[in-house]
T-cell receptor, first 112, second 112 residues
């Protein structure tokens, strides 16, 4: 079973920041938080991952609370092409663990 | 460079027939994964190969499902005596050790 809970859907206006929350209250000390997204009819795409520090890359920022029980993925300037299902996944280790356990994700709709 | 490729892109078969799905991972990627995605659902892990280690088969739903991988290259997922509930998109992913997973476009299997 997935160890994360996410809202099933969210809307965001084009050009605004999209903030996608994720709860992972049972996360263990050696588990990382990963985010993937799946655009309709495509395979999932990696976005970002982190352990306890906030992370930023060219796609997004990841904010992890100090107790690590929740996190937020931020798309700073959402575009219509960011419409997708966003999956928050916790996974053992940075170089271990193999499989990803996907939950239902959040369906983000970016509207003009 | 070339990404993960899968073939065929679509497969329609009759109940009871066997099917073989193929995955060509990114060259040099040591880890390879198979997932299944039923219509409107999240991804389900099926099987994971890492180098010469014994594969993690914990996600295979029944003994009708099997997979092989030749070294660190091509993998085939075989479904014997297909059933209608096997209808889904079968996704393959590869990664360098166990870092970010790169997904292929998937094979859409329809069992009539």
């Amino acid at each position: 079973d997935a160890k994360t809970t996410q809202p099933p859907s969210m809307d965001c206006a084009e050009g605004r920041a999209a903030n996608l929350p994720c709860n992972h209250s049972t996360i263990s000390g050696n588990e990382y938080v990963y985010w993937y997204r799946q655009i309709h009819s495509q395979g999932p795409q990696y976005i970002i991952h982190g352990l306890k520090n906030n992370e930023t890359n060219e796609m997004a920022s990841l904010i992890i609370t100090e107790d690590r029980k929740s996190s937020t993925l931020i798309l700073p300037h959402a575009t219509l092409r960011d419409t997708a299902v966003y999956y928050c996944i916790v996974r053992v280790g940075n170089n271990q663990g193999g499989k990803l356990i996907f939950g239902q994700g959040t369906e983000l709709s970016v509207k003009p | 460079g070339a990404g993960v490729s899968q073939s065929p892109s679509n497969k329609v078969t009759e109940k009871g027939k066997d099917v073989e799905l193929r995955c060509d991972p990114i060259s040099g990627h040591t880890a390879l994964y198979w997932y299944r995605q039923r219509l409107g659902q999240g991804l389900e892990f099926l099987i994971y190969f890492q180098g010469n280690s014994a594969p993690d088969k914990s996600g295979l739903p029944s003994d009708r499902f099997s997979a092989e991988r030749t070294g660190e290259s091509v993998s085939t997922l075989t479904i014997q005596r297909t059933q209608q509930e096997d209808s889904a998109v079968y996704l393959c992913a590869s990664s360098l050790r166990d870092n970010e997973q790169f997904f292929g476009p998937g094979t859409r299997l329809t069992v009539l």
